[in-house]
């Protein structure tokens, strides 16, 4: 039967479930430790969430996914970077960062959304380009900054460490501990997922308003939205704004999740997996909501969290899980990509 | 720059135009006047080095871009070919030139069926080509890994306590030794480089003399005009000029690295093939596919077959650069070799002037002598600004995805700015082709 027949009928979800569902099978069965595997899913979910939620303003405003995540990712890594010079501790660094960086990623999303309008036809593409672009110029930022807190610097000459302890500044794990609970073994890292569900409601709920459905329509039909007297480049402004706060916002919910804040070259390619993920819940590049997000993110990071260990097990030592996210994650972009309809030619 | 252009030049559009080359040259100018220590000896060595490594690879870009394609990030996956075709050779315990020779031809055999492949996907994704051809890489590369990390010595039975073969008697080593495919290349013949430059002077000079006075305006061919052949004169005058006392064993550049001839030969025969294929019927197909799709289908042109060849083409050559790139490394590091020739190698076409529709031989050899220069000055100007060659290497990678980033989104965004002027931003833009297709 013909392959892209099966894919179009089932849809992406059900075959990455599928696979996920015979890996845990497999897990078991190899007297993995399921429940772990659980934990060890849930966390990631809660620490990648708010990146791939980033995914749905940008794609519903008609500028398809937002594969430039990485600008607002290093924005926000200075803006918590920031808070940490000033030795704020605890609460106080995750509150005060992410209000910085919600302010720093909204000038900046303003600024990247007015160039996605210059370059249109061509989003993908060059908003990839703009997220390398940013993680390298922030590479210098981090060497070059004036930064002398001593609990992130090098012990020997300038600049920030490559990754920067969260323990150090008493913010490890704050927020997913928080209302923590153990059941059958799982950990449920609460405050994490509460966080992550509040902002997919907020967004569903901010999507039937009116500045939402706004953006909705200019992404559907951009004419019609404008010959409605709608301004479609306002709309996919406003979206990619949203789009980089969350991505800055999300950074130090993962950061503070992982217990480490990686800067230089981490965030490079932290997009793909976050689109990856959208697409696999069932977004097209054209299309997405939260319940793709939700759906997409558990999927993708428990099958990724239980692979290695699945993987490590039946191939005595060869470390295939890498290649793996690597063949799923870019075959399920370009199986996207595949579907995008018309172009610029 | 067509003859319409040259009569309304002016400073600004110049600039606008060439904003890309114009940061280069300005960057590896300011690193020269700040960075003392940088001899020209060093500088041109190291340049001449990545040029005859890098130059065939970045010519396998155009013919995708002359076919409509944009820029083919996914001659990762002619790299990938290459080095599959290396491993093999290597696994027999071929060396020298025949093993290079064998390499060769195994990798053409597996770049024509992935490109092929690629051909397809990107006919599937039109219109966005270039994020697909980037995608596609990272894909690749994950198969790659599989390949000859699991299913070498997984599936795939392997001698046992093969030197290339890991420990357990599954996957490839990190890195594979050429044996004397090192160099293979590169030492057939060398020679000294101030005696190139006064060859290679005297013979261009002689070459465009003939062009500017003795060749009959026929076929197409028009004559350059006068203050161009005075400009091009001079350039060849310079060169010699600096390579006479350095033969004669005063001045400098006697230290430069040897020209391997070869290479330079093999270097040469794709710029002669590139310029060639153009002007057959195939190359007539590329050039009306990457005017216009719809009007080259309404002439009978198979369009998507077109695509495939044409990025068959790029995939089969970068594999063939590749080769090059790796025998002179001399070591192939096997899971990283082919990581970032797609990104260095479409900056340095774009460096060179090309953009997502037009690229030249001209603009690729041009891009990869600019590039590298910046490629080599960077950690330099680091090590004199701030005391830190690691800030330099930031910088350069910044400068790699800055400059792809500006001149993609500088090509988008003027194409967008005539489609609001105009109602179809085609109609205009190639005029003078879509009427040559309709006689």
Known sequence: ?345 | MSKADAKKFSIGKFLTDNIVTVIFVAFVIVGFILTQNVSIDFFLTELSNRFYRNAFLVMALIIPVIAGLGMNFGITVGAISGQLAIVLVRYHALEGLGGMGLAAIIAMVFASFFGWLVGMLYNHTKGQEMIASLIVGYFANGVYQFILLYLVGGVIPVSENHPMIMTNNIGVRMTVDLGTMKDSLDNILQVPFNWTLLVGGILVLLWIAYRQFMKPEKNGYVRPTMVKFALSAVGCLVIVGLAIPSVLGYGKLGDVRDVPVAVMILIALMVIFTKWIMTTKMGQNFRACGQDQYIAESNGINVNKVRIIATMFSTVLASLGQLIYIQNIGTLNVYGAHNQIGFFSVAAILVGGASVSKATVGQALFGTLLFNAMFIMSPELGQALFGQAILGEYFRTFMVYGVIGLALGLYVWKNNKAARITIEPDEVLDMPVKEALKK
């Open chain 1, 1 to 345: 039967m013909n392959i892209k027949l099966i894919l179009k009928k089932a849809g992406i979800p059900i075959i990455i479930g599928a696979f996920l569902v015979i890996v845990l099978i497999t897990a078991g069965a190899l007297g993995i430790s399921v429940q772990s595997l659980l934990s060890d899913s849930l966390r990631r979910v809660g620490m990648n969430g708010l990146l791939v939620l980033a995914m749905v303003p940008a794609i519903k405003s008609g500028t398809g996914p937002n594969f430039a995540l990485p600008v607002g990712i290093v924005v926000g890594l200075f803006a918590l970077v920031c808070c940490m010079e000033w030795d704020l501790m605890g609460v106080n660094l995750l509150l005060v960062s992410c209000l910085l960086a919600a302010l720093f990623c909204g000038i900046v999303g303003w600024a990247y959304g007015k160039m996605l309008n210059a370059v249109k036809g061509a989003e993908m593409t060059i908003a990839t380009y703009a997220g390398f672009s940013a993680t390298a110029l922030f590479g210098i930022v981090w060497l070059a900054a004036p930064f002398y807190n001593k609990k992130m610097g090098w012990m020997l000459g300038n600049g920030l460490r490559e990754t920067i302890q969260m323990d150090a500044f008493d913010a490890a794990q704050l927020l997913s501990n928080f209302l923590g609970f153990e059941v059958a073994g799982i950990e449920i890292p609460t405050g994490m997922l509460l966080f992550f569900l509040l902002c997919c409601g907020l967004m569903s709920l901010f999507f039937k308003t009116k500045a939402g459905i706004a953006i909705y329509a200019g992404g559907i039909n951009p004419r019609f939205a404008e010959a409605a007297g709608l301004n479609v480049n306002r709309t996919r402004v406003l979206a990619n704004v949203i789009s980089t706060i969350l991505a800055g916002v999300g950074i130090i919910i993962y950061a503070q999740g992982y217990g480490y804040a990686q800067l230089y070259t981490n965030p490079l390619t932290m997009a793909f997996p976050a689109v990856a993920a959208v697409l696999i819940g069932g977004a097209t590049a054209s299309k997405a909501n939260c319940v793709n997000v939700v759906i997409g993110v558990c999927l993708f990071q428990t099958l990724l969290t239980s692979a290695t260990p699945v993987m490590n097990n039946l191939f005595a030592g060869t470390d295939l899980s890498e290649m793996m996210r690597m063949i799923i994650q870019n075959g399920v972009i370009l199986y996207a990509l595949t579907q995008v309809k018309g172009g610029s030619r």
